[in-house]
């Protein structure tokens, strides 16, 4: 390879073909969870100087509220369907998030869904933090979800998805040992790291409601449909070997009352499918690791 084109050597390459079967309980083909982001945004948030948090100069009022919307409203609608449809959330959460709002993290521990952090605010970036810095994040995002739902976070989602060269050598040294950092592949993998064991949970950018709406501009059926076919083809791959579907959400996008009727739908077509095994991320990491002999 030419000079800076190394492999960073995060994971093995292990082509598709040919792995060892992984087998979902029940002969389930396709593990299904659900990732809400539940964040926090600042109105005007401290300058990074390698990315702007807002595309209008701060204070960004429009872009504040429009997602307000989802710690205000959305939220209870998104998850009143996924919770009427039986799919618990394995949530993406901006730590902060119990602090200035704990109704929305009441109502989701509540429903007994799981928790990762996400960072402490979500117009807070990892770019240029230095060790200290960073570790002060992932001790802080420990503490905090302890303290206001009783669970010990395992898994990790950057804040704006932005890292440095050391994020899952410190979450993994901290004992988390999920990341969903990693978008390499439709079935769980272990990273590289100094020391503790992780392991990548495939995450989605290409269904994530965030890149469906914002990026490849669907209306709310196309991107109905865009879950239902990615459903469709992993559950069918996943009579090989057990494939991972997830579906990361934003409620102040899913949860508008013109885009949440479509999404139900795909809630109830999967729920209805039966090759779904609708799991929370910590129980596909640990039936992965069962499977391939690195339970801890």
């Keep these: 390879m030419r000079e800076g084109e190394a492999d960073p050597e995060l994971y093995d390459f292990k ?12 002969g389930k083909t396709c593990a299904v969870w659900v990732a809400p982001n539940l964040e926090f945004y600042e109105l005007d948030p401290p300058t990074n100087p ?5 595309p209008k100069p701060h204070p960004d009022v429009v872009g504040y509220s429009h997602r307000d919307h989802a710690n205000r409203v959305s939220h209870w609608r998104m998850a009143d369907a996924m919770s009427k449809h039986g799919f618990p959330g394995s949530v993406s959460l901006s730590v902060a998030l119990c602090d200035h709002i ?3 993290v009441e109502d989701a521990n509540a429903r007994g869904w ?5 960072g402490i605010y979500n117009t ?3 770019y240029g933090m230095d060790e200290a810095q960073e570790r002060a994040i992932i001790e802080d995002s420990i503490a905090t979800v302890k303290r206001a739902t009783g669970q010990t976070i395992r898994g990790w989602l950057a804040p704006a998805l932005t890292h440095t060269p050391r994020t899952l050598d410190l979450i993994a040294e901290y004992g988390l040992d999920y990341t ?3 978008y390499h592949d439709d079935q769980p993998t272990d990273v590289k790291v100094v020391s503790g064991k992780l392991t990548a949970i495939p995450y989605s950018l290409e269904v994530n409601d965030h890149y469906g709406f914002f990026i490849y501009n669907m209306s709310p059926r196309e991107y109905a449909d865009t879950l239902i076919r990615q459903f469709e083809r ?13 579906i990361p959400l934003h409620s102040y996008l899913i949860g508008q009352p013109h885009r949440i009727g479509p999404f139900e739908e795909v809630l109830k077509h999967i729920a209805a499918d039966g090759r779904a095994w609708i799991a929370k991320a910590g129980e596909i990491v640990n039936s992965y690791r069962e499977q391939t002999g690195d339970a801890s």
């Design 15 to 26: 082509a598709w073909r040919g792995r060892p079967k992984l087998a979902w309980p029940d």
């Design 50 to 54: 390698h990315r702007k948090s807002w």
């Design 102 to 104: 704990p109704e929305v």
């Design 114 to 118: 799981e928790f990762f952090s996400h």
């Design 124 to 126: 807070r970036y990892s």
């Design 180 to 182: 969903c950092d990693l």
């Design 234 to 246: 992993l559950a069918r791959e996943g009579e090989e070997s057990g494939t991972v579907m997830c």
